[in-house]
């Protein structure tokens, strides 16, 4: 399979390009992404022959139909990193909330949040590639908190990939940031920003646009490359599970095979938005998907209005900090899928030029042939938390929450809808034990506690560990001074 560019060819890269060029530069042609040029057809041949099928072995089958240029041992062992997960023989578990509602859990990996399903795999690809090239990558990543620990987490130890990880110090929860600064390898380096997160983000972007940055990557013989969810290596992992939990329900006897369900997905970047968007164009019966927010609601400005607007917008910090974004890169890739490249060119560069584009009423219908938004306040996730526990006896976290504010506006209750959990209840427990007992200020630690005492809920180990582990990484610094520590980690 080739892989082409959303915003058309530059001619001076390459018109196509495959899996692993795709991976190892994402960025295409006019700062575009790089698209496979057909999604395979599965069909519901491919349901019905999954229907008893393992996480793993429809995993291998999903990804062989994208026929991408990496071996097939590189893939298994990619896949095995699924064994790692609560239970080994189902990595995603589905679970039923209420009448017509299921709640796909995709947070039971290593650090506990969803990242994980695409970074665990990703983290083996990326390697076998750079070991076979016999090059060396710098991945740069700036985290509001659980790309971070995934990337870390996946890359630990792993050949010719080093990782230097910035996070606004203060800016994330405590667990988030244990988890990173208690990861000891040679080739990762996590670096506190002082600042929010909007800081680490433009002191990576102008360390990217470094010419005396570039010049000493050269001389250490490093490259650069990204595992941000533009990276098409990310997304390609997250078409398999919205394929999974369809079938779950099917298992499940909740639904019968070809019966259309909503998918509801809290969201920020929009990689798993669009994992569900392509599983919908390769086969998976879907009525619609359903695009939830916090406060930064541009998303459901959007597909609601048919604007992409930054003018008046600032990123506000909420209690469902992994979707406080304004730049939500995939959507690109929709776009490009409805509209084609000349368009979505024209597109993002109104967007880059004036902060703004403007969907035609036709192109805004299409959208919402597939998509619907809403959004949800910090203020009304904690009522649903509350209320979700203590009606259906089901705890979430934050960011899922969200979806149950469009789940009751936007869906029609009839049709059985898939919620995304993204997060543990451990990742953001100040919050939560906020919302279930009232109690404010208290720190994870304390927070985890009480949530397990009322909730009856064990903290996993591997949360229970970050708070007596070793620091390993002790550098908090100002953004001035990033290129000259990365450099030093070099
Ligand atoms: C990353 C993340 C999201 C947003 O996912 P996108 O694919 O970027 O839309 C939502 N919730 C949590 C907990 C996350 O970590």
């Known amino acids: 399979m080739k892989f082409i560019q959303t915003r058309g060819n530059d001619a001076t890269k390459p018109e196509t390009v495959t899996f692993s060029e795709a991976i190892l530069s994402p960025i295409a042609s006019f700062g575009g992404l790089y698209v496979p040029e057909k999604l395979p057809e ?28 990496i071996d097939s041992e590189v893939i298994d062992e990619a896949l095995d990193l699924y064994d790692n997960f609560d239970d080994a023989s189902n990595p995603v578990p589905v679970v039923k909330v209420k009448e017509n509602l299921f709640v796909s859990e995709l947070y039971h990996g290593p650090t506990r949040a969803f990242k994980d399903m695409a970074l665990q795999p990703f983290g083996v690809v990326l390697s076998s590639i750079a070991q076979r090239l016999n090059q060396n990558y710098l991945i740069l990543a700036a985290t509001s908190g659980d790309t971070g620990p995934a990337a870390l987490e996946t890359f630990k130890n792993r050949a010719n990939v080093k990782v230097a990880c ?29 600042g929010v997160f909007d800081d680490a983000q433009s002191a990576l972007k102008r360390l990217l646009a470094s010419d005396n940055f570039k010049e000493a990557l050269q001389k250490k013989d490093t490259k650069l490359s990204a595992a941000n969810s533009v990276n098409f290596g990310r997304i390609i992992f997250q078409i398999i599970y919205h394929i999974h939990s369809y079938l779950e329900l099917v298992r499940q006897n909740a639904i019968s095979m070809g019966e259309k369900v909503y998918l509801n997905v809290p969201s920020g970047n929009f990689g798993n938005a669009l994992g569900g968007y392509y599983a919908w164009k390769m086969g998976l019966p879907v009525e619609k998907i359903i695009i939830s927010s916090n406060e930064n609601n541009v998303l459901t400005r959007l597909i609601r209005d048919g604007k992409y607007d930054l003018r008046e917008s600032e990123v506000v910090s909420t209690t469902s900090p992994a979707m406080d974004i304004l730049k939500s890169s995939n959507v690109e890739r929709v776009l490009f899928d409805l509209f084609g490249h000349q368009r979505t060119k024209e597109l993002m560069f109104d967007l880059e030029e004036k902060n703004v584009y403007e969907l035609t009423s036709d192109e805004l ?26 009606k259906d006896g089901y705890l979430m976290d934050p960011h899922t929450a969200t979806c149950m504010k469009s789940y009751e506006t936007r869906s029609n209750p009839a049709i059985k809808s898939i919620i995304y959990s993204t997060a543990e209840w451990t990742k953001f427990s100040p919050v939560i034990a906020n919302a279930l007992t009232g109690e404010v200020d208290t720190k994870d630690i304390e927070a985890l506690e009480s949530i397990s005492k009322v909730a009856k809920l064990k903290i996993p180990v591997m949360i229970q560990e970050l708070f007596t582990k070793k620091i390993a990484q002790k550098t908090v610094i100002d953004k001035d001074d990033i290129e000259k520590e990365i450099l030093k980690f070099l």
């Open 365 to 390: 219908a299409k959208l919402q042939e597939s998509f619907d938004a809403d959004w949800c306040s910090g203020e009304e996730g904690k009522k649903y938390i509350k209320a979700t526990f203590e």
């Open 42 to 69: 599965l069909g519901e041949a491919f349901l019905q022959k999954h229907s008893n099928s393992s996480y793993k072995v429809l995993a291998k089958d999903m990804l062989d139909a994208f026929e991408i240029d």
């Open 166 to 194: 910035m996070y606004p110090d203060g800016g994330t929860s405590d667990v988030q940031r244990l988890q990173m600064v208690t990861e000891d390898a040679d080739n990762l380096k996590v670096i506190g920003i002082h």
